[in-house]
């Protein structure tokens, strides 16, 4: 009995294969008027509802290379009629185009023109319709001309089959054709003047056939290529000593390499690559070993013979069924995210997808790669108790969603005192338009946002700043596209179903039924301990990130329920990876985003730390005091932020101290300024509705934040009034499916000097809280109730004379004129510390009057340093990408370009009033270095640009 499997699907000449979708006429040629008709009611990777009123076609024409690389119409997410359908009731929608007319295609293009790519969409883009294929949804990918091929059998591009076993090969053609088969080379069968091919042979080797139809009598061919193998027979020896799952290179053959994949009940695994002798096919010179005492499939590769130098590429091929990337991968090549990459620049040398060899991802590995020379080895990481931590979503940060970018702004946030700076998810997440919590490959960095080299340039630049690096990362689940769901599911391979109880890391279901998000991952697995441990060394020690912030850590359990009760098996999970941690570095920064009970927080902050090791700081926990200091802002009840420190918490006497990153803004919740313009309280002409009274309410709660003891975190763009809300739309409307949704950038707020107030005023309080001994007391007293009046008095007993002992916070949270009472320590000369206005205390219950919004922080002796307001400089003028070869853009505003050459000859000039990120083309210029001058509106800037 032979094995037939499917991998990879063969493109059909007959759009019938299409049960969403036909074509009118089925076969045609390229200036041909046809009509295209999709049908929602059939629901097999169909996420546009029967009831839309609007489809759109997002489409495209080239080859068999890239059906989408001639030309593209269609504007994604846009309701701007460019490729609108016709309802006609239903469900069904039409649209009628000539392709060479509708494509605007070149008669060279149009005489080439063999493939059409096809992707349905509703207006806002965010629901689509794709081609089921395999165990896959992929684009539609029909042909154009009237001479096609279909091979009906075999249906796959590789065949398994015994020794001896007879098979059938059949085609047919949509005119009469001339065929030519041949098996590794060698023309085998020839059949004449006829549309439906039929062949038996009998298997005896391995055999790579190709089936050529020419077109009897005329010129146009055709061709499908497969592969029969005999039964795989892998051979059973141990995995070479010192050698990890993923990818080992051998440090004295810079030529060879050893793959490793735990894959426990696989009968056999292939590698396909780029190497001349397999090209993407399945070839017994690539099955892989099997270590049966480590469930383990291993092979060493020989790279000797590749003709691409610096790229090897591959995947493994799992039992003939279906190929994934290797779940060890560290970087990725991505069949549909990676052509907007290469367009925007921010990867440069991305290579193209192999799109006519395999579909979907490859893993990555980059040959003859220099190592990346860190110029700050031996950084200093900040305290835990006195972390700023600034948390950022690179996609919203600036215009170019890139690392660069980030590096451009570090001045920025270094003059604010910030001295961590968060990332969300960077490693690799399906599309590319995310937040980062949809991760496929946790290991792989994900291009979105730049190249390996320069994230470990960003990490290196904010580390020369003083800055320490979190990354953000996703344990408690993984997508679809994620190699070992796919390896181990109920649907053999697809991106859907749900993962089998020999699945080695993902759960068969998900016990919590409030807070589920993709596949669940099973951190009561044994593997599952190997494989975080492996991802958490990695990227600690590759990037020489400082730490993590681990995501949703309340779900690190297969407890039933929502997570809110105390869970012991869940602490096991998290100490246990912590003590792993530990085990490689000492001091890396741990932080949980848990909100389970207070008695387990406690329990997990508390794990291992006792004071007497300066290198063991324990966990920390995200505490979130959104709400709270929400209230506050807009003068409203429910206003106690004392959460935001362990003396908020149950049994607070037993916290390990300053180990809650308080904050009162993350990526998940309201913005404080929306909120404030839009729902403030207000009395007579005091408004906070106002900008500019809201703008002040954030200098309040800013007083209230930074002063409290222990770590802080603010969201992107809260130092100067972040005022879209978070369920903000690109259409300007606010709904709650928009919550992930890409974001205006904010930095013209630069400019407006009471938005810079907020900043200001932030600035003066992180950079007291860095520097006075103070704030790491463990006296401390708030007073932070639900009244407008709110205080906090610090003491800090281990000052001596000439330090600061006390200090005391009064503000006026109402909406009117309130008297308070500082309830100074001591008499004597006291600072008003922001503005160093002293008051002499002769009374210590002296009163003050404060207006709404107003505070004072008050302290028994001026810091050492002066808390100084220096102007922020304005961000560098660069640009991107460099090197290039046809066009680079700024990210800033310009109004005069000239580049000149080595020699000082100006060989370009652009004239204008250029927004940011305008793209210059430079096509015409020939290779080499030149100087490129930037005229703004303030200020000129030179930089070199190389032309490849």
Known sequence: MYKLKLFLS???????????????????????????????SQDQCNGIPETATKVYMHSGIGTETNAFGFSVIGNWGQDDGIGEMTNLGNGIFSITITPNVYYGLTANQAS???????????????????????????????????????????????????????????????????????????????????????????????????????????????????????????????????????????????????????????????????????????????????????????????????????????????????????????????????????????????????????????????????EYDWQIENFERPDQEDLVVYELLIRDFDENHSYQDVIDRLDYLEELGINAIELMPISEFDNNDSWGYNPSLHMSIDKYYGTPEKFKELVDEAHARGMAVILDVVYNHGTGQSPYFRMYNDCNGCFGGNATAENPIFAEFDPNPTFSFFEKINHNKPFTHEWLDMMNQYWLEEYNIDGFRFDFTKGFTMTPGDGGSYDQSRIDNLTRMYNEIRQYDEEAYVILEHFAPDSEEQNLINHRFNGSNPNENGMLMWGNVNFQYGQA???????????????????????????????????????????????GNGSGNYQITNLNTGLERLELIGAFFF?????????????????????????????????????????????????????????????????????????FTLETGNDVEKKIFLVNDDAANGEIRYVTVIGNFGVNTITSQAFFQEA????????????????????????????????????????????????????????????????????????????????????????????????????????????SENATTTTKLLVE
């Open 828 to 935: 004597g000369t006291w600072y008003d510390v922001l503005t160093e206005t002293p008051y002499n205390v002769t009374d210590t219950a002296m009163s003050f009057t404060l207006e709404p919004g107003e505070f004072l922080v008050f302290a028994n002796e001026l810091p050492e340093e002066t808390l100084s307001i220096d102007e922020v400089e304005k961000p560098r003028i660069s640009l991107y990408p460099n090197p290039t070869s046809n066009q680079f853009a700024i990210n800033s505003i310009a109004r005069k370009i000239e580049i000149i050459n080595l020699t000082g000859k100006k060989v370009a000039e652009f004239n204008g009033e250029f927004v940011a990120n305008h793209k210059f083309d430079i096509s015409n210029l020939n290779t080499g270095l030149y100087l490129v001058r930037i005229e």
């Open 10 to 40: 063969f493109v059909l000449f007959t759009t019938l294969a299409f049960a969403q979708l036909s074509i009118s006429p089925e076969t045609f040629e390229v200036d041909e008027e046809i009509t295209i008709t999709v049908d929602l």
């Open 112 to 370: 080439n023109a063999t493939r059409m790519g096809l992707v349905f969409r509703n207006a806002s883009g965010n629901q689509e319709m794709k081609n089921p294929v395999g165990n896959s949804c992929e684009d539609f990918i029909v042909n154009v001309g009237s001479f096609q091929l279909e091979l009906t059998n075999p249906t796959t591009s590789a065949i398994i089959l015994d020794f001896g076993e007879q098979f059938n090969i059949n085609a047919n053609t949509s005119l009469n054709a001339d065929f030519s088969l041949t098996a590794n080379g060698t023309v085998i069968d020839s059949q004449i003047n006829t549309q439906n091919y039929s062949y038996t042979l009998t298997a005896n080797a391995d055999i790579a056939f190709e089936l050529v139809a020419t077109e009897t009598g005329g010129s146009e061919t055709k061709s499908e290529n497969f592969n029969l193998l005999l039964t795989p027979d892998p051979s059973l020896l141990p995995v070479p000593a010192g050698m990890e799952n993923g990818i080992n290179f051998n440090p004295s053959n810079p030529d060879e390499i050893t793959l490793v994949l735990y894959a426990p009940n696989k009968d056999f695994i292939h590698v396909a690559n780029n190497l001349p002798d397999s090209d993407y096919a399945i070839s017994n010179t690539y099955l892989m070993n099997i270590d049966p005492i480590q469930n383990k499939h291993w092979i060493t590769i020989d790279l000797s013979n590749r003709t691409d130098q610096n790229n090897f590429f591959y995947e493994y091929v799992i039992e003939n069924e279906f190929r994934v990337p290797d779940p060890f991968s560290r970087l990725s090549l991505n069949q549909f995210n990676d052509p907007f990459i290469m367009s925007e620049g921010v990867f440069p040398g991305l290579p193209s997808f192999p799109t006519d060899k395999t579909s979907n991802i490859l893993t990555w590995v980059r040959l003859n790669q220099a």
């Open 707 to 779: 002063t409290v003891p222990g770590p802080k975190m603010i969201w992107q763009f809260g130092e100067i009034g972040f005022d879209y809300s978070i369920n903000h739309c690109p259409d300007g409307s606010i709904n709650n499916d928009c919550r992930t949704a890409q974001k205006p950038l904010v930095w013209d707020y630069l400019n407006n000097p009471n938005r810079m107030q907020v900043y200001d005023t932030w600035k003066k309080l992180i950079q007291f809280k860095l520097q006075d001994p103070i704030f790491k007391t463990t006296n």
């Open 633 to 679: 802002s807009m003068s409203y009840d429910n206003s106690n932020f004392n959460r935001v420190s362990y003396k908020g918490r149950s049994n607070s006497q037993n916290w390990s101290p300053h180990s809650i990153v308080g904050y009162m803004e993350s990526h998940d919740e309201e913005r404080q300024m929306y909120r404030n313009i839009n729902f």
